[in-house]
């Protein structure tokens, strides 16, 4: 369970949170001139729909957890070098 909760985070987890950060920050900010708070907020909705299609997508894979993790670690070294 531990290696799903840990998939869920890398995969779909920091979309929910930045874009929980950025509908926050829009709302938050009343000095700025409305657009780019529109903006900023329609993107921190976009980032939280993309968290929801990707959870679905993770609870319906038929990966195991293990093959899955050890998938996206590998991409994370490829990514750094």
């Known amino acids: ?3 799903g909760i840990e998939r869920w985070l890398r995969r ?3 979309s929910l949170l ?10 938050a900010r009343e000095g700025w001139w409305l ?4 903006l900023m907020f329609l993107g ?3 980032m939280v729909v993309d968290c929801g299609v990707e959870t679905s997508r993770l609870i319906r894979s038929r ?3 293990r093959a899955a993790s050890d998938r996206l670690e590998a991409a ?3 990514e750094r070098g």
């Open 1 to 3: 369970m531990g290696d």
């Open 12 to 14: 779909a987890g920091r």
């Open 18 to 27: 930045t874009g929980a950060a950025m509908m926050g920050l829009a709302v």
């Open 35 to 38: 657009p780019p708070r529109v």
């Open 44 to 46: 921190g909705v976009a």
């Open 63 to 65: 990966q195991p957890t």
């Open 76 to 78: 994370e070294r490829a």
